[in-house]
């Protein structure tokens, strides 16, 4: 046997399953595979590491085989993604409706807030709305990304675009219209890929009374019945709409200052010259850290679901009918609830200065943010649709069920110390007495 023979047999001696042969064949492949910069230096990292991950060449041959199904949706998608960003042909003229974007400033600005879907998501999400935009007709402006809504399925992407037309056929005393919580127009959709984009119906005053008595996720379809009690006047698209309507009127808060009051006009931006931009604002991240210096810029609803009061009923005599119980509205540019909301810096700790981003998050409706920097101020929303709800709810209505919500306990208050300074203990003396005594005599008859 020549020297190399006993060599290789030597180093093919097996010791619990492994060789040394196999373990140096192993690494020296690894290093053809990966071409370290400097071998020699990092060999014995390199050996370690072919220990604990041995390379198998029979990998590839384990591995699952993808389902048909599987690679038609996969195809499928690709092939979305492949429309949506490619250039097209001819470039877009200038019709459309004007868009608000998260991309660049914005996306940024989020992320370091903690708030991001993703580079790839937001970019997608960002060309479909320039899609829709594009081709929508010229009611509708200020079309911007209300948020992300989750389902048990397939989330709903939310768009928001301010409607210049009053929608026809209204009943003003079952909805409101431009003056209430259908000012805005919703487009939602469950494929960005596709730029499928749906819009939702208005929302009447019904609705969102039992919205605020239902408490449940959505499912992801828009023509799913909603159940519930008491019943919904709708199915999940309108129970969807309902929800928006209630976010946006009790998470749409910017800084104080950014929005002034006209006298016929509801609440506008100021212009975007610096110059004419109210003294009050842009405020500085110590102010804006104190829940006083942010407002609420959409009109809240009231208990009948309205922003403005209800019209004037007439009897049959032509008189106004009273309302036995007077219904109270929120004001415009209204101040927001303290605890309802936290705020904190962005960044933080040695990073915190004058300029830093200051972040509104709700915490009765989770997922809601409102991000101030600079002169601008950014309101998004991505959670599931459910409200923070810890009051006990009261049912007026016969047969109606009640509950209240889950508040875990708080834990008590933490006994003092034991301490021999406050508390005196006597030992009594020991006293010497039989366990058992003997039964006393018994008296004899006469």
Not at 77 to 97: I, Y
Not at 376 to 384: E, P, R
Request: net charge negative.
């Amino acid at each position: 046997m020549s020297s190399v023979d006993e060599l290789r047999s030597l180093l093919k001696e097996d010791s619990g399953g492994t060789n040394l042969y196999d373990h140096l064949t192993e690494t020296i492949m690894r290093i053809l595979i990966d071409k370290p910069q400097n071998a020699f230096d990092s060999f014995e990292l390199i050996s370690s590491d072919v220990k604990k991950n041995p390379l198998d060449p029979e990998e590839k041959g384990k591995r699952e085989a993808v389902s048909e199904v599987q690679l038609e949706k996969q195809t499928n998608w690709t092939a979305k993604c492949e429309a949506l960003v490619k250039v097209p042909e001819e470039p877009a003229d200038d019709g459309g409706v004007k868009i608000q974007t998260l991309f660049p400033e914005d996306k940024e600005a989020l992320e370091w807030a903690g708030v991001s879907m993703g580079t790839g998501e937001t970019y997608r999400l960002f060309l479909s709305v320039k899609k829709l935009a594009e081709g929508l007709p010229g009611e509708v402006e200020k079309l911007r990304f209300f948020g992300k809504i989750f389902t048990r399925t397939t989330p709903y992407y939310v768009l928001e675009g301010l409607q210049n037309e009053e929608a026809e056929d209204i009943d003003p005393t079952k909805q409101e219209g431009k003056e209430g919580p259908n000012k805005y127009a919703y487009w939602v959709s469950q494929s960005i890929e596709a730029c499928e984009w749906i819009k939702l119906p208005n929302v009447t005053m019904s609705q969102i009374v039992t919205a605020r008595l239902t408490k449940k996720l959505l499912t992801g379809s828009l023509d799913a019945p909603v159940a519930a009690y008491p019943p919904f006047d709708g199915v999940e698209k309108n129970l969807l709409r309902a929800q928006i309507a209630r976010i946006s009127a009790a998470t749409s808060i910017s800084p104080d200052g950014y929005f002034a009051l006209s006298e016929d006009e509801p609440p506008v931006a100021n212009p975007a010259e610096p110059e004419v931009i109210n003294e009050a604002f842009p405020k500085s991240s110590h102010e804006l850290k104190d829940p006083e210096a942010w407002k609420h810029h959409e009109i809240g609803l009231n208990v009948q679901g309205r922003v403005q009061p209800m019209p004037e009923v007439l009897d049959d005599a032509g008189e106004p009918i009273v309302p036995e119980e007077e219904v109270s509205s929120f004001h415009p540019l209204q101040g927001i609830e303290s605890e309802h909301w936290t705020f904190r810096n962005s960044p933080g700790g040695a990073g915190m200065g004058s300029n830093s981003m200051i972040l509104a998050r709700s915490l009765r409706w989770p997922g809601a943010v409102a991000l101030a920097y600079g002169r601008k101020f950014i309101n998004i929303y991505i959670g599931n649709g459910v409200v923070n709800d810890s009051t006990k709810r009261s049912s007026e209505r016969p047969g109606q069920m009640t509950y209240d919500a889950y508040m875990p306990r708080m834990p008590k208050d933490i006994d003092s110390e034991w301490s021999s300074d406050t508390v005196v203990l006597l030992e009594e003396a020991d006293t010497l007495e039989d366990p058992t005594p003997p039964p006393p005599p018994e008296e004899e008859e006469e």
